[in-house]
């Protein structure tokens, strides 16, 4: 196959490259260099050079591979350049012993393993959850400190101090490059996880601003949980993770209307729902069904895809299993009990058996625990209104809108508030 041309749009093959390689770049390079931030130094490095070479020479035909080869190059005169190294040469040289200089090129590479030896430092334990999402996205997504910093509403200076930050913890912590085992593997893949799920919640329901949504930090989320559902593919819960965040994924083009405001689940345009998602999560939720099947344990990210995927196969929103969903959730609530949790369930009730049902149950979420979040007075005025108790509906539409910091979504609460205030008169 020839080079491509200049006329390819080398900037925007550039920034493909990056984006499919980066982690496995990276990866590799901490491998080699044992040292994250080297290993990431090298790796812009490398991104630099694209940018300057291929609109000149062309694109080359396996961009990864020219970008890892010129890396490598950079980190080998690096280490020729290093002063402690010359300083190491010359003791060896009075000892009788060769010159050691990493010898980078020669080395075998272990793109899979050193993808996921990556996705697990970059969530280890020394790190808090926020530190571990920047990092996350920084190293195996491969965005920029601009890109996720307007992700989570920051400034730049600040998400580079995070993320900076986030670095020195491990050094100072000596974190190993390697991959975790046992027990610690599997405490540290729920970790790796429930980063991810973080980054995609953030993106399908943004907790503050005036966007409903971020379907970039959502997009990339998912296709972390892709990532890792390849890396592991024995894990239920990685797979039930992917099924998860594929199918509600799937919803977000139809989650706001034409004139951007939201759309809820039950309104929305089921045509507009991205089938080719769909059909990924439903087919990763297979495959963690299959593994069930042979006594692999699932957990919580499995049975949240099941519920989701009830959604999915419905064509109407008249046509949902509501007491399936219903029974799901009084799985999910044994086996991670919690606020959010039951305040779900009492939506899957109300539907599943009418509002009293599902009023009976959100009259014992424990709602301090939950602070100042909107979640029990929306889903209150919603059973409330389908109990036809809309004076007091209007009132938890009402409370509820006063308690969020999204703009989005306090236009639907206060406008569900107005409608119910509407009918109460009337």
């Not at 006329?7 to 040292?35: C, F, K, N, Y």
């Amino acid at each position: 196959m020839p080079a491509h041309t200049i006329t390819d749009d080398p900037e925007r093959a550039v920034v493909a490259a990056w984006r499919a390689e980066s982690a496995r770049l990276v990866g590799a390079l901490t491998r080699m260099t044992r040292d994250v931030d080297l290993a990431e130094d090298l790796a812009q490095d490398a991104l630099v050079s694209a940018l300057e070479q291929w609109p000149t020479h062309g694109i080359p035909d396996n961009p990864g591979a020219w970008l890892m080869t010129t890396a490598k190059r950079r980190g080998i005169d690096h280490f020729r350049r290093a002063d402690n190294l010359r300083r190491k040469v010359a003791e060896l040289e009075r000892t009788g012993e060769e010159e050691q200089v990493p010898d980078l090129d020669s080395q075998v590479d272990h793109i899979e393993d050193d993808v996921l030896r990556l996705v697990f430092l970059s969530c280890h334990p020394s790190l808090t959850p926020e530190s571990r999402a920047a990092l996350t996205l920084r190293l195996v997504g491969g965005l920029t400190t601009a890109e996720i910093a307007r992700g989570f509403l920051a400034t730049e200076a600040t998400m580079a101090q995070r993320i900076s930050r986030a670095k020195k913890t491990l050094s100072s912590s000596q974190a190993e490059f390697e991959l975790p085992t046992g027990a610690e593997r599997t405490q540290r893949l729920d970790d790796v996880m429930a980063v991810i799920y973080l980054i995609f919640n953030e993106g399908y329901s943004a907790t503050a601003g005036e966007d409903w949504m971020r379907p970039d930090l959502a997009a990339e989320a998912t296709r972390l949980a892709r990532m890792l559902a390849s890396l592991a593919p024995d894990e239920p819960e990685v797979l039930g993770l992917q099924a998860l965040l594929e199918i509600q994924g799937s919803r977000i083009a139809a989650r706001l209307s034409a004139d951007g405001l939201p759309v809820l689940l039950e309104d929305q345009d089921r045509t507009r729902w991205d089938q080719l998602m769909i059909r990924r999560g439903l087919a990763a939720l297979d495959r963690a069904e299959a593994l069930a099947a042979r006594g692999t344990p699932v957990g919580t990210y499995f049975l949240q895809a099941s519920i989701a995927a009830q959604h999915a196969v419905a064509a109407r929103p008249e046509d949902t299993d509501w007491r399936r969903i219903a029974g799901l959730y009084d799985v999910l609530a044994q086996a991670a009990p919690g606020p959010v949790v039951e305040v779900n369930r009492a939506v899957a009730h109300g539907r599943a058996s009418g509002p009293d049902a599902g009023l009976a149950v959100l009259a014992d979420v424990d709602e301090g625990a939950l602070g100042d979040s909107p979640l029990v007075p929306s889903v209150r005025g919603d059973l409330l209104e389908r109990a036809g108790q809309h004076a007091t509906a209007r009132d938890a539409f009402t409370e509820a809108a006063g308690r969020t910091r999204n703009e989005g979504e306090r236009a639907v609460l206060l406008r569900r508030a107005d409608d119910n205030g509407r009918l109460a008169v009337d």
